[in-house]
């Protein structure tokens, strides 16, 4: 598949949102097939290739839902982030010299 904004040999026959419905099915395919995780680094630093002019307005829900569910993995990743962060504060509660005992030890996590 190609880069976003590289042409296509075909590009002069092609309708004038084809282009733009190309970017949308590949930024869906990312989200699909990272399960919302949003995974690709490259995709943070993407921006809108030139050739491709305005959004046609018979693509606009679809690019609306599209940025919904984008906004829902970023929700998803940010709570992640938290649990995350709630694990590690738990980890580092634990003293060296109990981590580094190579023994067993019980952490109170009620109280």
């Given at each position: 598949m190609p880069e976003f904004g590289t042409p296509r040999p075909d590009a002069a026959?092609?309708?004038?949102?084809?282009?733009w419905a190309d970017v949308?099915?590949?930024m869906e395919h990312d989200l699909d097939?990272?399960?919302g995780a949003?995974?690709?680094a490259a995709h943070a630093s993407w921006t809108l290739p030139d050739e491709?002019?305005?959004?046609?307005?018979?693509l606009r829900s679809?690019?609306?839902s599209l940025l919904g569910a984008q906004k829902r993995a970023i929700d998803a990743l940010e709570q992640r982030m938290l649990?995350?962060?709630?694990?590690?504060?738990?980890?580092?509660s634990i003293p060296a010299r109990v981590a580094s005992s190579g023994?067993?030890?019980y952490l109170d996590v009620t109280g």
């Open positions: 026959h092609r309708a004038p949102h084809d282009g949308l099915a590949t097939s990272s399960g949003l995974t690709h491709l002019g305005a959004l046609p307005e018979e679809r690019a609306a649990l995350t962060g709630r694990h590690l504060a738990a980890l580092d023994t067993a030890a």
